[in-house]
């Protein structure tokens, strides 16, 4: 409770930072997806696997928590590919690699380039709304790579300050 330790998060920024990489894009331009092509009747099914993905993400927790361990700074350090190390064993250790190369791989793909052209064609949507002849395909390019760049240096400015600023 109440301050955490410097360079650390509180229990609950933990616990916040780890919702907001779990609903993202997904769940917001999913579920409009989701409407406009299986209509009313794709709510049920949202049910149905958000009950199954919250199962899921229960045992995730359980499962970092009960095999995360502590690095040479004293700090705890866990998540998929620590279980899959200590839970399963040494045999295993190469699946645990994989997992964090194949996961930081789509971390890429998945949710930063998705979430980024998201936001660059609104930009292009407001700006082709408020103009009275819409951008050229090169003007668009310019619009959604300065979109990308502020963005990215945005991102920075919280990542730079480390997991404390971050759980901030």
Known sequence: RGKAQKGAMTPFQA?????????????IAGVTGALILGGPGAI???WVSGLFGMCTKFCEVTLAIEYREKNEKDEWIGGPMYYIKNGLGRRWKYLAFAFALFGAIAALGIGNLTQINSIAEQVVNVANAFSSNPLSNNNEFIVRLITGIIISVLAAFVLIGGVSKIGA
Not at 15 to 27: E, K, R
């Open 15 to 27: 616990l916040t930072t780890a919702l907001a990489s779990t609903v993202g894009v997904g769940n």
């Open 44 to 46: 049920f099914w949202m």
